[in-house]
């Protein structure tokens, strides 16, 4: 049979209906960006091939969808198994399972990093969007038993698990709604025991996995969180099922199942009394789970389960599950208000205010049935997916297995029409074929289910389940993992693949998650037995299973059938400045027509990557329309914000206060920021300190010495940066100004040149005291004309200083020098004595100092009279020298005195005066 090639798509019939091929999406990863190639099938002699019209870049790899994006084990060498998966915007894969001891891997700074004892612990991991790392890991739980049953991530990052936790010591958080464990009975879900019962509880992880934002116990005193039923249990580990997800504003919703009879519930619910031994429940939390806004049980007098939860655009709230209870709380008008027997499933609407009850409706055959997961599209309309063993009905002109054990169902909000119901499987309903895990219905309402089955579960088998010829995995041994894409409406079979490898891979309880691209985030219990043979990827986190028994398998896989989107970006939004301003658009590649409006007024553009000039200033917004009439949207649309601005003029000024010298110890100063246009500042003080983005700055230097301070501005709009400086002098003693001059001056016969010498300081003034002109030099030289005492005035100033000016007073005296004289008055010798004597004294005047010298080795100093016997004969030179200091004069004067025998023996005639001044008359004294 030959293809037919309609608007892109490849038709293909077959006895089932058609299978279609979507038009191919193709893309690049060219410096981490992800750029789409333009690609057609083209059909030639029995073999399909692609083209590509506009060509791609030969030097990357490209990919054709469906991708493997990756494939990772956790790398535990504790036993591990997986449960339940989601995502957050970023494309992050968060995985949930438990571990069974010590040797999960964990990340520093993790919440818990070590296993917190009894049967097992929530183990959670944030991989990176490509797998090859691990973003957070940490354990969650108290000292006995844990499991996660579902997770979902909100807009900042922050991931919520719901679980079900047997320890009174499961961490909580202050102020949350429930701090206390309300225990149960013992229970043993899945092989692994709960000691002392269980209650649900709810956990929000910060973004970085480091703490809990929330987390609390919701549950009565019987246990809760758990389907035990035997027939609602069908599936291996359907006691482990249940949903969180989160509403517009962040509000909590979970859907789950409880035995106790005093489960909590709100007045104005639909059902606040225990209908039954086990009900169905759901619940409404406020976003930092410290209230309960609303409680309900979901139930009739027989058992009952509730598996999954969504919020819908007009506010009520859906949930569906499965049910033994022939008098489940319908709503008239509904499409099945009677109970058909066996198990039927069930769809309720609920109020999202109050959780009272809008509308519900049975689900189901006469034999076996169960609706296990629930969509909600734009239009309000919902869709659920579940297992049959009954005649489930097929509407007219859908894609359908007949007789097949799975079923997609969608109805309209108020439960009261079917639009459309098909099955799909490998044509029987002796067994159910898969357990379902995760459910999708995308903008295009395209349908995509994931889902597992062999040897793992009660029965069923994936040997026979369709596959497309672009299937990853076209051949199954019997126990893999299923994904279908269905396109809307059911109309035909998308895509169709098996995942796994020997040994039977499954999950042991909880929500897998695909985001609403189309993209599958799926956890897997892999490689049990100590198996490697789960398929992963090439640079994945843990390309192999570590334990001696079971990890937890990540899958990320992207479909890509949600028709044309547009992808527009300016780089995305600019701010620029500065016009003209030329701006680069790129559009959508996979698009045939585009439309660009720019915003201001200037004719569109319909080219895929215009390049467009914006002459003024302003905020512009620009709409880009995608266009392609063969996809479901037809077009699609995205605004841009382009902001032209003036750059700023960026100026400051920097304040710093003069210092004051009169206070030691410390220097304080103020700084201010005055300019304008500054984004962030940084102030560096000098010493070490800086400051960030602070418009004024008091800051106290403790410790002497020069420092610059810095400030930098930038502007980041307009990439604009500023740099001004200032230099700060502190020494911490007090300053003083200090004049200092030479000595005071003594000096004799005029004219006489003075040399005086000033202190440091920046300015001098000199006052000689003789009238004549001062002076304002450092060291000026004076000359004084005239004798007398002058006094000196001289004043250092320096005005940085505390008391800024300083004086001294100097003397000057000039003298007139001395004139020297000096006379001798002997005494005559007496007679009858053997020594002869002499008395002399020196009359003169202006003498500092006197030096006598007798002749004979005998000294007198500064005597004015001398008495003297000289005892033996001789000639003796008598000196005398006198010093006048002031003037520096010095004279001496010299006499002979001559003693002989006879002297010493008579009487000798002495003259009373010499006066030795070289007149002839009395020079010289001797004696004869």
């Known amino acids: 049979v030959n293809p037919i090639n309609r608007n892109g798509k490849l038709i293909i019939e077959t006895n089932a209906g058609e299978v279609i091929e979507e038009k191919p999406y193709a893309y ?94 929530v183990a959670i991991s944030k991989f990176t969007p490509t797998g090859n790392a691990l973003m957070y890991s940490t354990y969650l739980g108290g000292s006995n038993s844990e499991a996660p049953h579902s997770l979902i991530v909100d ?83 359907d006691e482990m099922r249940g949903e969180i997800v989160l509403g517009s504003s962040g509000e909590v919703y979970v859907a789950s199942s409880t035995t106790s009879t005093n489960f909590p519930t709100t007045a104005g619910a639909m059902t606040t009394v225990a209908p039954g031994a086990q009900n169905g429940c759901a619940f409404k939390l406020d976003n930092n789970l410290t209230a309960l806004q609303w409680s309900t049980y979901l139930g009739g007098s027989a058992a009952d389960a509730a598996y999954s939860i969504k919020p819908s655009p007009s506010g009520n709230v859906f949930v569906t599950g499965g049910t033994l209870s022939s008098n489940f709380p319908v709503t008239p008008g509904v499409i099945k208000p009677m109970y058909s027997g066996g198990c039927d499933g069930f769809v309720t609407s609920l109020s999202g205010a109050s959780g009272a009850s809008v509308s519900s409706t049975y689900i189901g055959t006469a034999a076996y049935d169960q609706s296990y997961l629930l969509e909600i599209d734009i239009n309000n309309d919902v869709f659920i997916a579940g297992q049959t063993k009954g005649a489930y009905p097929v509407s007219p002109g859908v894609y359908t297995n007949p007789g097949s054990s799975q079923f997609i169902h969608k109805l309209n909000p108020g439960l009261t029409v079917t639009d459309f119901s098909t ?40 040997t026979g389940l369709p596959v497309t010829s672009d299937a990853y995995d076209a051949v199954t041994d019997g126990s893999d993992f299923y994904f279908i894409v269905l396109e809307r409406d059911a109309a035909s079979l998308l895509y169709a693949s098996f995942f796994g490898g020997p040994p039977a891979e499954h999950v042991d309880g909880g929500t897998s998650r695909f985001d609403k691209n189309g993209t599958i985030y799926q956890a897997v219990c892999a490689g049990c037995g100590g198996s490697d043979n789960f398929p992963t990827t090439p640079g994945v986190w843990s390309t192999t299973n570590n334990s001696t028994n079971c990890n937890l398998g990540a899958i990320k896989m992207e479909f890509n059938y949600l ?53 003024g200033l302003g905020t512009f917004t620009v709409m880009y329309v995608a266009i392609d009439s063969s996809t479901c949207n037809i077009a699609d649309t995205v605004y841009l914000t382009v902001q032209i601005l003036a750059a700023e003029v960026f100026s400051t000024t920097l304040n710093i206060p003069p210092y004051d010298p009169c206070v030691s110890g410390s220097y304080n100063v103020n700084l201010d920021f005055t300019g304008t246009g500054a984004d962030s500042l940084f102030w560096n003080m000098g010493d070490g300190t800086t400051f960030i983005n602070d418009t004024t700055i008091n800051y106290t230097y403790l410790t002497d010495g020069t420092y610059i301070i810095t400030l930098t501005a930038w502007d980041f709009t307009c990439g604009n940066i500023g740099t001004i400086t200032d230099t700060v002098y502190f020494n911490s003693s007090i300053l003083n100004a200090t004049a200092n001059a030479a000595p005071n001056i003594i000096q004799c016969d005029p004219p006489f040149d003075a040399n005086f010498t000033g202190s440091t300081s920046p300015q001098h003034f000199w006052d000689f005291g003789d009238g004549t002109p001062t002076s304002t030099a450092a060291s000026p030289t004076h000359t004084y004309t005239g004798l007398g005492n002058y006094t000196v005035t001289y004043v250092a100033i320096d005005s940085s200083t505390c008391n800024i000016t300083d004086t001294v007073y100097l003397s000057v005296q000039v003298l007139q020098q001395e004139q020297f004289s000096a006379t001798f008055t002997p005494v005559p010798p007496q007679p009858c004595k053997d020594t002869v004597f002499v008395s002399i004294e020196f009359t003169g005047t202006g003498a500092d100092s006197l030096i006598w010298n007798m002749g004979d080795g005998t000294i007198f100093t500064n005597d004015t009279s001398i008495s003297y016997y000289y005892s033996q004969a001789g000639s003796y030179t008598l000196t005398l020298t006198a010093y006048d200091y002031a003037c520096s004069n010095i004279e001496t004067i010299n006499q002979t005195i001559i003693v002989d025998e006879q002297s010493l023996n008579g009487t000798t005639s002495i003259p009373n005066v010499f006066t030795p001044n070289g007149d002839g008359d009395n020079d010289r004294f001797q004696l004869l």
């Open 423 to 462: 099955v799909f499987g490998r044509g029987s309903t002796s067994s159910t074929d898969i357990s379902l895990t995760a459910f999708l219905v995308d903008n295009c309402q395209n349908i995509y289910v994931s889902g597992w089955g062999g040897t793992i579960n009660t029965e069923g088998t994936t």
């Open 28 to 121: 690049q990863l060219i410096n981490g960006i992800k750029k789409e190639v333009a690609c057609d099938y083209t059909f030639s002699n029995g073999v399909m091939s692609f083209s590509f019209p506009s060509g791609y870049n030969s030097s990357h790899e490209l990919i054709i969808d469906p991708t493997l994006i990756f494939s990772s084990y956790t790398g535990s060498t504790a036993d591990n198994w997986g449960f339940t998966a989601t995502y957050d915007q970023n494309g992050s894969l968060y995985s949930g399972g438990i571990a069974f001891a010590n040797g999960y891997p964990t990340t520093a700074g993790a919440f818990d990093l070590t296993f917190s004892g009894g049967n097992t612990d």
């Open 155 to 237: 807009n900042s990052g922050n991931l919520f698990v719901m679980g079900t936790t047997g320890s009174s010591t499961f961490p909580v958080t202050a102020g949350c709604y429930d701090n206390s464990f309300n225990g149960g009975t013992s229970v043993t879900p899945n092989g692994f025991t709960y000691t002392v019962g269980s209650d649900i509880f709810v956990a929000k992880f910060n973004s970085t996995g480091t703490a809990l934002l929330g987390s609390t116990f919701v549950g009565g005193t019987a246990n809760d969180g758990f389907n035990i039923s035997a027939t609602l249990s069908h599936n291996y580990a």
């Open 563 to 615: 028709g044309i989107v547009a992808d527009a970006n300016a780089a995305p939004n600019i701010i620029a400045c500065d016009p003209p301003y030329d701006v680069n658009f790129v559009g959508s590649s996979g698009a045939v027509q585009h439309y660009w409006d720019f915003g201001d007024g200037s004719p569109v553009g319909n080219t895929l990557n215009p390049i467009h000039t914006y002459t």
